[in-house]
């Protein structure tokens, strides 16, 4: 008696509800009669209370005959997630359960999840069998101020650990016993999205912009046995595993929520654009329909898993959601509104009826995943043998009631197991805890009957039709609770791309052996002069100045103009034969009144000027070639060098690239600046990216650079104000191109992108900025003056650039040769100049 209401107190502690006294015991009003029950006898009361209230732990305990674990499990030792797990852990700590609907109970209990929220790490799983649904708690995992705020977590149905990311860039493993390890840490960077196979984790970090690999076995203590596989992913957020049909990593998915989708291979190789026309936050993939989900700010998109087509929005809330994450459990879509502090379940079965429900409300989601157990699962196995027989005396009672009951104490128990047995671990025990196989489950068991050594009669053609007890070895026609794994009869051939051109009727001719000769690219701007001349001018006779001849600063230094001389000028010969030779030569002409003087008559009117360095109006066109080194350019930052020579082989022969400039470092910024200062602009840059160098895929053109104290200092910046047009190529084979300000308040920032174009090294192109006004204009041509890429953009924005500037050049890189740069002062044509 004692036992019993000292553990019962225990149990219920300060949550209990109204509660009343039968015979010396406490008692639960109203929650432990059945409709139409006997009344029981008074020694009945203690053990049906203790079962109870303890959510049937006593029971298990007495199936299993262990008194120790019943001590433990009465004194509230034992864990929410398995009564095989002591609460050792310090983590262990509890949640209030938050208010979801009945469809979310029922579905968590079925489908347990890892959630995550205000930086904190949750399993739904509840601590007992309480009464009343508001007694539940939650078990917290993973507290943010521990090893920072959980960002997402992953798990896999072919390993007994889980993984979450943190915003410290840390990687931390949870066990069964949801113990938890750190198994790496990126130092500096941000852990975003996340996910593994069976021995392997895989995240990607948005701080670094980078996706990193490592064992789910690390070392005790090793944090630092992990592996960078992508670099140069600006902002990537999310990383997902396409599996193979052994648990292995297949191909991976990755979301850049200014970028796109992107697809790669285990190793980091082989990255390719899968759809750049989206702006992705997580991803979410269903094998089963081969579908791929993906987050928005506003809503859910899916479309065909291997070719990205048959996009479908297929949940839209808004943009004051904030939609950040979506995983994938059971036949539901969980998609955490961060916004809002919901977690949906979106129905995404085949089922014509729409089965979407709130799971969650809990402070700022993020991720989640469902939450696999190793533990065995509690659900006895179906009977093999013929069914047993009917208990010979009815039992007095029903032999179960709902789940907060016992059995009822009958007389003599039937043979049949009874269907009601705690769980030994959460989770979803009426699942298959493996993937089905094409050979026949293994003889688990002897025959019910020992069969005779002789057959008992011949054989008959027809079934027999109770089952036998052996196992069958043919599928039941009956479907699978899952769907199955088994191959199909012939590998799916992925889509072929449409032709870019109908295939003509005839051959085409023979190949040229010569160049092609170099197009000239499309003029930037109106003739000079209004009427054409007649015929070509021929080359200029001597070098060009440095710069302009400047205007003179003065008036003529005589007053007047000196006479003409007087006397004719000697003739180089003799007019006649002299009559007779002189005494003596004459060293010079005798001077005669009327030539001119060697030296000026007077003093200078004034003293002269130095002669102007810049000139006081800029030109109109401003060309330079890279043959030597420019006055009027001048280095910003690192080092270049000009008069470069580089080679391809094309087209069977070599071609040679002259007066070619680059900076001579590879890991830094390298800006070249022009000194004419101009406000309203067009800058075109010549340039070309070497063959088989992956390093330093950005090529840089400034415009209205200008040094000041309050600019941003590093990247293209550089202490200057300016707008800046990158283009940036990806893995070799695309690119984009996108706006930048260095603004006057010291920002450093993206503008807009484009989408993603095809891109070849060893080409020519040429990159194209405009500015006039506010109004920003960067485009891409080939050589042959074919445009390629555009995009526009109205810089009304805080710290905009309004004063004249230089134009610039630049990457970071050493392996962009430029060829030539030019500047339009378009001040002429707006009739500013």
Not at 411 to 434: I, Q, W
Not at 447 to 456: F, H, R
Not at 739 to 754: A, E, F, I
Request: proline content about 10%.
């Amino acid at each position: 008696k004692n036992f019993w209401s000292h553990r019962l107190l225990r149990c219920r502690g300060a949550h209990s509800h109204a509660m009343r006294s039968y015979g010396g015991y406490v008692d639960i009003k109203d929650d432990v009669e059945a409709d139409g029950a006997a009344p029981r006898a008074s020694n009945w009361r203690p053990l049906q209370i203790a079962f109870g209230v303890c959510g049937g732990v006593a029971l298990l305990i007495g199936m299993t005959g262990n008194r120790q674990a019943a001590a433990a499990a009465a004194a509230g030792q034992l864990d929410a997630r398995s009564p095989a797990v002591t609460a050792s852990n310090s983590v262990l700590e509890p949640m209030k359960k938050s208010k979801k609907s009945k469809k979310g109970q029922e579905f968590l209990l079925e489908y347990p999840i890892f959630f995550t929220t205000d930086g904190d790490l949750y399993a739904s799983y509840t601590e007992g069998n309480a009464l009343a649904d508001d007694d539940d708690e939650y078990v917290i995992v993973a507290k943010g101020d521990s090893h920072g705020a959980v960002i997402d977590v992953a798990s896999s149905a072919d390993s007994c650990y889980s993984v979450a990311s943190t915003d410290e860039g840390t990687i931390i493993r949870i066990d069964s016993g949801l113990g938890i390890k750190k198994l790496y840490s990126t130092g500096t960077g941000t852990a975003a999205g996340l996910d593994m196979t069976k021995d392997t984790v895989y995240w990607a970090d948005s701080d670094l912009n980078a996706i990193f690999k490592g064992s789910i076995y690390t070392p005790m203590h090793e944090t630092l046995n992990k592996t960078e596989i992508i670099t140069s992913l600006p902002d990537v957020n999310d990383v997902k595993i396409l599996q193979d049909d052994a648990g292995d990593c297949e191909t991976l998915y990755i979301a850049l929520p200014e970028d796109g989708l992107y697809t790669a291979a285990c190793n980091g190789k082989s990255l390719e654009v899968f759809k750049d026309d989206v702006k992705p936050k997580s991803i979410a993939l269903d094998t089963n329909m081969s579908k791929i989900y993906w987050a928005e700010t506003g809503g859910v998109y899916k479309a065909d898993l291997h070719t990205g087509d048959n996009v479908v929005k297929v949940y839209d809330r808004g943009a004051s959601a904030d939609i950040s994450w979506v995983d994938i459990t059971g036949n539901m879509l969980l998609i955490s509104l961060t916004g809002l502090d919901k977690v949906y379940a979106l129905d995404i079965s085949d089922s014509d009826d729409d089965d979407s429900f709130f799971v969650l409300s809990v402070t700022a989601p993020h991720g989640t995943s469902t939450a696999f157990t190793c533990t065995p699962s509690a659900t006895p196995t179906a009977y093999t043998t013929p069914k047993p027989t009917a208990a010979p005396f009815a039992t007095p009672s029903p032999t179960h009631f709902v789940k907060t009951h016992p059995p009822s104490p009958g007389v003599h128990p039937t043979n049949a197991p009874s269907t009601y047995a705690p769980s030994l671990a959460p989770g979803d025990t009426g699942k298959p805890s493996a993937k089905p196989s094409w050979s026949p489950t293994t003889f688990s068991g002897e025959p019910t009957v020992v069969p005779s050594p002789a057959p008992s009669g011949p054989p008959s053609s027809e079934p027999t039709a109770g089952p036998t007890a052996e196992p069958t070895y043919k599928p039941s026609p009956a479907p699978t609770y899952e769907p199955t794994y088994a191959p199909s009869a012939a590998p799916t051939p992925k889509p072929t791309y449409k032709p870019s051109y109908s295939p003509s009727a005839a051959p085409t001719g023979e190949p040229s052996y010569g160049p092609t000769p170099i197009p000239t690219p499309k003029p930037t701007h109106r003739p000079y002069t209004h009427d054409p001349t007649s015929a070509p001018t021929g080359p200029p006779s001597y070098e060009p100045s440095p710069v302009p001849t400047p205007k003179p600063t003065h008036k003529p230094y005589t007053e007047e103009p000196t006479p003409a001389p007087s006397t004719a000028a000697p003739s180089p010969k003799p007019t006649h034969k002299p009559r007779s030779p002189s005494e003596a030569p004459t060293s010079r002409p005798t001077p005669t009144p009327g030539n001119p003087t060697l030296k000026p008559t007077f003093k200078p009117v004034k003293k002269t000027s130095s002669p102007t360095v810049m000139p006081t109006v800029m030109p109109k066109v401003t060309d330079f070639t890279f043959c030597r080194h420019h006055p009027m350019l001048h280095t910003t930052s690192s080092h270049w060098k000009v008069n470069l020579t580089y080679s391809v082989y094309k087209a069977g022969a070599l071609q040679n690239y002259t007066c070619l400039t680059k900076p001579n470092q590879f890991d830094e910024s390298a800006v070249l600046t022009s000194s004419y200062k101009m406000m309203n602009t067009t800058v075109n840059a010549t340039w070309l990216k070497e063959a088989d160098v992956e390093d330093g895929q950005v090529m840089m053109v400034g415009v209205r650079a200008e040094a000041s104290d309050d600019a941003y200092q590093d990247s293209y910046c550089q202490g200057s104000v300016k707008y800046i047009c990158n283009v940036e190529s990806y893995s070799l084979s695309h690119a984009k191109v996108k706006l930048r300000v260095c603004t006057t308040g010291g920002d450093y920032y993206q503008l807009t992108s484009s989408t993603m174009t095809s891109f070849s090294t060893d080409e020519w192109y040429i990159t194209s900025f405009t500015a006039v006004g506010d109004h920003l204009r960067c485009t891409l041509f080939d050589l042959k003056g074919d445009e390629l890429m555009k995009v526009n953009y109205h810089a009304d924005i805080d710290g905009k650039v309004t004063d004249a500037g230089g134009a610039e050049i630049g990457e970071y890189s050493n392996s962009i040769y430029f060829k030539e740069l030019s500047a339009t002062d378009k001040s002429y044509f707006y009739g500013q100049k």
